[in-house]
């Protein structure tokens, strides 16, 4: 049984500081990482674990030194696409000693899991916050598509291509989606497409497709919905997502922290 864990939006920043001045995104991050870890035995096996982009802060090189640092206590392999908050030259040197780094191009990659296809593309669009669908990433989908020839495929995009009522994020969302819907709509196989971004568990119907927005592992994007919203940010509890194949794609959102203890479902006796 195929799994595949995602991680999103963690918005690195260098050692020492707190994004936006409050929020200490690398112990989240590591907080993350740890609770995967712990659930691995009794989840396990899980094939690869992804990140949805927004890796770092501001696409520094001190930043994604300080990502794959962080990333290097998982216990799984894991791979990543970019988001608006990356630089996708430093980005792509470093992870440079990766093989499924593209050399040039967008950073997109397809690998093929034993129950399904994982299809993640580059949205980034170079010095803008929304997402768009280069060519190269569009191809890619389509040859791995035919590779699967209507096996499952669980696909992965920074940008979310539907309307959150979240504004400011709306705004910044995927300008091509439709391109995309147009493909998985077509496929003959089962299809998900998992995004981030926003920071929040978002689930709507995308064509004859299921698109979800994953939580980040730290802050969340505030839900406020009101015309002419201030853009902010919210302390809330982190999380990651559990991506399986049963009879279907199931998705699980899992809490970033939690108490590892447990408790039986039994009723204590009242003492006679
Ligand atoms: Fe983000
Ligand atoms: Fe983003």
Redesign the pocket.
């Known amino acids: 049984m195929s799994k595949v864990i995602q991680l999103s939006?963690p918005?690195i920043v260098p050692r020492g500081q707190l994004a936006y001045g409050v929020v200490d995104t690398g112990a989240a991050l590591a907080t993350a990482v740890a609770t995967v870890n712990r659930c691995l035995p009794v989840i396990g096996p899980v094939d690869l674990a992804i990140v949805t982009g927004?890796l770092t802060d501001f696409g520094s090189s001190a930043e994604y030194a300080r990502f794959r640092a962080i990333m290097s206590e998982l216990k799984i392999p894991y791979r990543v696409i970019p988001?608006n908050?990356d630089l996708r030259t430093n980005l792509r040197a470093s992870f440079a000693d990766q093989e499924w780094m593209p050399l040039t191009g967008g950073i997109s990659w397809s690998v093929e899991l034993p129950d399904f296809g994982l299809v993640c593309l580059d949205s980034l669009v170079d010095g803008h916050h929304h997402g768009h669908l280069e060519a190269d990433a569009l191809d890619l989908l389509n040859d791995a598509l035919k590779g699967l020839a209507g096996k499952p495929v669980l696909v992965g995009v920074h940008h979310p291509p539907f309307m959150t009522g979240i504004r400011p994020m709306d705004d910044n969302n995927l300008r091509n989606g439709a391109a995309l819907q147009v493909m998985l709509d077509a496929y003959p196989g089962e299809s998900r497409l998992v995004c981030?971004?926003v920071?929040r568990s978002v689930t709507r119907a995308f064509g004859t497709s299921i698109g979800l927005i994953a939580p980040?592992t730290s802050h969340a994007v505030t839900l406020d919905q009101r015309e002419g919203n201030p853009h902010t940010l919210s302390l809330e509890p982190g999380g990651f997502m559990l991506h399986e194949w049963r009879d279907g794609f199931v998705s699980h959102v899992v809490a970033a922290n939690f108490s590892p203890n447990r408790f039986p479902f039994t009723t204590p006796q009242a003492p006679s």
Do not use: K, Q, S
Request: charged share 20%; proline share 0%.
């Open positions: 939006d918005h927004d988001g908050h981030g971004h920071h980040g």
